[in-house]
């Protein structure tokens, strides 16, 4: 887990949780790839994908209002300035990945079976969102742990009413 205060507070499990959800539908997205019924594929990806790019919307609206601007407040530093951009660049870029599938399944509506097209960006969205995540887990996240005044402010944002 991400914050420690997460066993006395849901609303911080929440957000640690926050990267399960966000890893199981690539999870989802990586046994699609690996089908070889490239209709059945193309089917379940083309209904799973409105609630993905809505998850994934909500993921990086929390990271974008709360996590990222209590860490530059906290923590500030050029290198958390850097990170911070970086992934903030790097949440458009999946947006628009997204964008273009749903264009995708928009363009070709006689289609009923993925594409190469389709399979390459998938695979290319699905390792770009690992790293992605990976950068937060591994190096944001364990600095705002690490603070307490971070810790804090994190804690009153989400127990506005
Ligand atoms: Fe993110
Ligand atoms: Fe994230």
Avoid: W
Avoid at 131 to 156: N, Q, T, V
Wanted: hydrophobic share 40%; proline share 4%; charged share 35%.
């Amino acid at each position: 887990m991400f914050f420690r205060e997460d066993k006395v507070n849901g609303k911080f499990l929440k957000i640690a949780q926050e990267h399960e959800v966000v890893l199981e539908y690539l999870e989802k997205l990586k046994i699609l790839l690996e089908n070889n019924d490239l209709s059945y594929s193309f089917k379940q990806l083309k209904s799973m994908l409105p609630e993905f790019k809505s998850e994934m919307r909500h993921h990086f609206k929390i990271e974008e209002h709360f996590l990222f601007p209590a860490a530059l407040l906290c923590v500030p530093s050029i290198e958390l300035v850097d990170m911070i951009m970086v992934l903030q660049k790097e949440h458009g870029f999946v947006e628009r990945d997204i964008d273009t599938l749903e264009r995708m399944f928009e363009d070709n509506p006689k289609a009923t079976q993925m594409n190469e097209a389709m399979t390459g960006l998938l695979k290319t969205m699905i390792r770009d969102i690992e790293k992605h995540a990976r950068i937060e887990i591994d190096h944001l996240f364990p600095k705002m742990d690490a603070c307490k005044k971070c810790r804090k402010i994190i804690k009153g944002i989400l127990l506005e009413p």
